[in-house]
């Protein structure tokens, strides 16, 4: 598989890179909770802790994650694949029950690490907005981490 113009090829050879699969928790104006599924992840800055995740300008769901002044990043366990595959759908309904407050931000009971932070910046790139935040709290517990790779989940280290 070689070329530029194949989106489909392009997906397939960035799909050779592993990652680890999250969920990023938010609440909209009203107060409702919205979770989607993401591997954009990234650390940025240890000093200080600032970590970015890239949100598509399609989603349904982009005017709650893009304007949330406070977001939950909860990586999941291979436990919780289920919720990574229902997060990812687009109009599913989301159990507020599955989460609870965290420094300020919503996240998910039960996830292998959380992280409670604050947007510091916003900024489109493409099709995506690339959302970094400051990392107010987190907890981790062990347990082996949800993987996706080559469009399966798989899993990593030891339950
Ligand atoms: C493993 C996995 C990783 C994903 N990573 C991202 C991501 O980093 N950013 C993003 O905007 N959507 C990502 N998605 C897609 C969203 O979870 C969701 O399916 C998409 O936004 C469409 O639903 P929506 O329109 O209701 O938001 C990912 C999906 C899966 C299954």
């Not at 609440?27 to 909770?33: K, L």
């Not at 981790?140 to 949800?146: F, H, K, M, V």
């Amino acid at each position: 598989m070689t070329g530029t113009g194949d989106d489909l090829a392009y997906r397939a050879a960035l799909g050779a890179y592993a990652t680890g699969v999250a969920v990023v928790t938010a609440r909209d104006g009203a107060g409702a909770t919205h979770a989607i599924t993401i591997n954009s992840f990234t650390s940025v800055s240890l000093r200080p802790r600032l970590i970015l995740w890239c949100l598509g300008d399609e989603s349904e769901r982009y005017e709650t994650f893009a304007e949330a002044a406070y977001f939950g990043v909860c990586v999941l366990g291979t436990d919780q694949r289920a919720i990574a595959a229902r997060c990812a759908q687009s109009g599913a309904e989301f159990d507020e029950g599955l989460t609870e407050d965290f420094a300020g931000a919503p996240v998910l009971k039960g996830a292998l690490a959380r992280l409670a932070c604050r947007t510091t910046a916003r900024q489109t790139h493409g099709d995506h907005l690339v959302i970094v935040g400051e990392v107010m709290a987190f907890d981790a517990r062990a347990g082996a981490g949800l993987l996706f790779y080559r469009g399966e989940f798989g899993s990593a280290g030891a339950s």
